[in-house]
């Protein structure tokens, strides 16, 4: 099994677009995750993006999806340590950072700057990745 953190960005794009992780792979992620992806989900509304109706259908897919999600003191403590050292401005993006280093194979993102605050970090993967079979 392949553990793979994802981050809101990433979980709004599995799911807009259909993509199903292959079932040996197991998602993980922050407790925050599903409050991000909800606010960019609502977001999209207010821009006009979405109807609601269509935001509404994509968070009850998002509710269905199995993702691990962890905020145990010691990722907390990584997160800061790790936004500590890499100058964040907050712990926020470091949480998704942690818990890759603590319990993941790697780090899966479809936003360009949360990869570049990720290179030389934790191992990055692909959304290709999560749809791949793992081979032992």
């Known amino acids: 099994m392949t553990r793979f953190v994802i981050d809101a960005p990433t979980f709004v794009h599995l799911v807009a677009g259909g993509v199903?992780?292959?079932?040996?792979?197991?998602l993980v992620?922050?407790?925050?995750?599903?409050?991000?992806?909800?606010?960019?989900?609502?977001?999209?509304?207010?821009?006009?993006?979405l109807t609601e109706q269509e935001a509404m259908d994509r968070h009850e897919t998002m509710t269905g999806i199995k993702v691990r999600l962890l905020g145990d003191r010691v990722s907390r403590r990584v997160a800061w340590q790790i936004a500590r050292e890499r100058g964040l401005d907050s712990t926020t993006d470091a949480e998704y950072l942690a818990v890759t280093r603590l319990q993941a194979d790697a780090y899966v993102?479809?936003?360009?700057?949360?990869?570049a605050r990720a290179e030389g970090v934790v191992p990055l993967g692909t959304v290709d990745a999560l749809t791949a079979p793992s081979y032992a």
């Open 20 to 26: 199903r992780v292959a079932p040996e792979h197991q």
């Open 29 to 49: 992620a922050p407790q925050l995750l599903r409050s991000q992806a909800l606010a960019l989900l609502f977001a999209a509304v207010r821009r006009g993006e």
């Open 109 to 115: 993102t479809v936003d360009p700057a949360a990869r």
